[in-house]
C-alpha cells in the first residue's frame, strides 16, 4: 500500500472510532441488576393467623404410669427389635444438631434420645438417627418411619388426637429473636409493616395473634429457616421456643432474645398412636435419667448458659 492509501485508511479507522465513541454508552458502568432475594421452599407469607384458643379438650401433660412394662417388652414393640428408630433434628443449635469438628449428633434433644436409647436397647449405639423437619414428626409416627420423635416437640391436645406423648422432659417458653439494632423490645410493640416468622406447623401462629393481631405472620415448613429469612431481611423478627432462639443467638451474635415469654411449651417424646407400652416404658426411663442427675447435666451443658436461668419445674403426672 503507498503513502496516499495508508493515509486514507488511517483516516478511516479514526472516522471509525470517532463515530463509535459518539454512538456508544455514555458510561461504561457495569448495570445494576436486581436479583430476588432467594427464599425457602413453602414460606407462606399469608398463613391462617386466628388467636389460639386454649384446648381444654384433655389434660395433655397426663401421660402413661410406667408400670411394669420390661425392656425386652419395649423393644418388642419396635419396627426391628434389634435397632431403635428415632425422629430428631439434625440443625437446631443447642437441642439436636450435627456438631461440625466431631461430626457427631450432640445437644439437649440427642441427650434424651440417647438415655432412652440406652434403657430401651440396653446399648446406645444401637439406634438409626432419622433427621426430620417440624412438619414431618407426626407423619413419621403414622408411618412407621421412626419408633418415637424427640424434636421439641409440644405436647398439645390436638396432636395427642395423632400421637402418643411421654411426660414432659422440658418446660420452654416462646419469645422473639430480632437484630440487635433493630429497636424491637419485644412482639407486643411489633407493628402491622413488620413480618415475624415461625414453624408452620408450630403452635407459634396463633400465640402471635393472640399477643400482636397487627404483626404480620410468616411460616417456613421448618423454624431454622427463620433464621436466614432474619438474617437476610426478609422478616423483623423469629418467633418461636427460647431454647432454639437462644441457639440461634449462639450462632450469628448480631442477634438477641426480647421480651417476656408469651406461651408455654411442654416438649414430650412422641410415639405412634397405640404405643402406650412403649411410652409407659420411656415415662420410667425419663423419670431415672430426672432422678439420678443425669437431666440436669445436660441442661447445664447446653441450656444454662445460653437462656442464663434455671430450668422451669417439669410436670411429671399420669392418667392411670
Not at 414460606?43 to 384458643?53: E, L, R, T
Not at 395433655?60 to 435397632?83: I, K
Not at 406461651?263 to 415415662?283: C, M, P, W
Request: glycine residues 8%; aromatic residues 6%; contains cysteine.
Amino acid at each position: 500500500m503507498n503513502r496516499t492509501g495508508r493515509t486514507a485508511a488511517a483516516f478511516a479507522a479514526a472516522a471509525c472510532l470517532a463515530l463509535a465513541a459518539c454512538t456508544g454508552p455514555a458510561s461504561m458502568e457495569p448495570p445494576v441488576v436486581d436479583v430476588p432475594t432467594p427464599l425457602p421452599d413453602g414460606v407462606n407469607f399469608s398463613p391462617d393467623a386466628s388467636p389460639a384458643d386454649a384446648d381444654t379438650s384433655c389434660d395433655p401433660l397426663s401421660s402413661y404410669s410406667p408400670g411394669s412394662v420390661t425392656a425386652e417388652q419395649a423393644r418388642a414393640l419396635l419396627e426391628d427389635p434389634e435397632q431403635i428408630s428415632i425422629g430428631i433434628s439434625q440443625s437446631t443449635n443447642l437441642m439436636g444438631y450435627r456438631d461440625p469438628e466431631t461430626n457427631e449428633l450432640a445437644g439437649f434433644d440427642i441427650d434424651i434420645a440417647t438415655a432412652m436409647v440406652q434403657a430401651v436397647m440396653g446399648d446406645a449405639t444401637k439406634v438409626r438417627w432419622v433427621p426430620m423437619n417440624s412438619a414431618d414428626r407426626e407423619q413419621a409416627l403414622a408411618d412407621g418411619r421412626v419408633d418415637m420423635v424427640v424434636r421439641t416437640m409440644s405436647i398439645t391436645c390436638e396432636r395427642w388426637e395423632n400421637v402418643e406423648f411421654s411426660t414432659e422432659y422440658y418446660h420452654a417458653g416462646q419469645r422473639l429473636l430480632v437484630a440487635k439494632d433493630s429497636g424491637i423490645a419485644g412482639l407486643a410493640e411489633m407493628t402491622a409493616d413488620q413480618l415475624v416468622c415461625t414453624g408452620a406447623s408450630s403452635t407459634s401462629v396463633g400465640n402471635i395473634a393472640a399477643v400482636n393481631p397487627e404483626v404480620q405472620p410468616v411460616t417456613v415448613p421448618d423454624f431454622n429457616d427463620c433464621l436466614v429469612l432474619l438474617q437476610q431481611g426478609t422478616v423483623d423478627g423469629v418467633a418461636i421456643d427460647d431454647t432454639i432462639l437462644a441457639g440461634m443467638a449462639v450462632q450469628d451474635p448480631t442477634l438477641q432474645v426480647v421480651g417476656d415469654a408469651f406461651s408455654e411449651e411442654h416438649y414430650g417424646i412422641a410415639f405412634q398412636k397405640g404405643d402406650t407400652d412403649l411410652a409407659r416404658f420411656v415415662n420410667g426411663a425419663l423419670a431415672a435419667m430426672i432422678a439420678d442427675g443425669r437431666w440436669q447435666d445436660s441442661y447445664d451443658e447446653w441450656l444454662a448458659g445460653p437462656l442464663a436461668t434455671g430450668p422451669a419445674a417439669l410436670t411429671t403426672q399420669y392418667r392411670d
